[in-house]
Nanobody, 119 residues
Framework: QVRLVESGGGLVQAGGSLRLSCAAS????????MRWYRQAPGKQRELVAS?????PNYADSVKGRFTISRDAKNTVYLQMNSLKPEDTAVYYC???????????????WGQGTQVTVSS
C-alpha cells in the first residue's frame, strides 16, 4: 500500500516563505512523475509545479518564486518564497509511480495541506 503524506503548510504573512514536503511510503519501485497542485476556495485545482527528473515546470503565477525538488528517499518538496495572498489554497502532492512489477504505474495523491497567506 502506497501512501503520500504531506507536511509543512500553515499561516504566513505576505512576502514570507514555506516549504512543503510530501513523503511516499510503501512498496515503491520507481517514481515517474512528481507534481504539486493547489485548489483555492471556489476554484478548480491547478497544477503548480512538476518534475520527472529532468527540468522542472512551473505555472506562470509561481515562476521565480516556487521551487520543486526531490530527494533520494521518495520525498518531493515545494519551496515557496515571496508568498502572496493569492497563493492561499490547499496544496496537494501527486506522484505517478510503479509499486511492483510488472505494473502498471498508478497515480497517488497526498491528503492536502492548507497554506494561508495573510496580507
Amino acid at each position: 500500500q502506497v501512501r503520500l503524506v504531506e507536511s509543512g503548510g500553515g499561516l504566513v504573512q505576505a512576502g514570507g516563505s514555506l516549504r512543503l514536503s510530501c513523503a511516499a511510503s510503501g512498496s515503491i519501485v520507481s517514481i515517474n512523475l512528481m507534481r504539486w497542485y493547489r485548489q483555492a476556495p471556489g476554484k478548480q485545482r491547478e497544477l503548480v509545479a512538476s518534475t520527472n527528473g529532468g527540468s522542472p515546470n512551473y505555472a506562470d503565477s509561481v515562476k521565480g518564486r516556487f521551487t520543486i525538488s526531490r530527494d533520494a528517499k521518495n520525498t518531493v518538496y515545494l519551496q515557496m518564497n515571496s508568498l502572496k495572498p493569492e497563493d492561499t489554497a490547499v496544496y496537494y502532492c501527486y506522484m505517478n509511480l510503479l509499486s511492483s512489477y510488472p505494473g502498471p504505474s498508478k497515480d497517488y495523491w497526498g491528503q492536502g495541506t492548507q497554506v494561508t497567506v495573510s496580507s
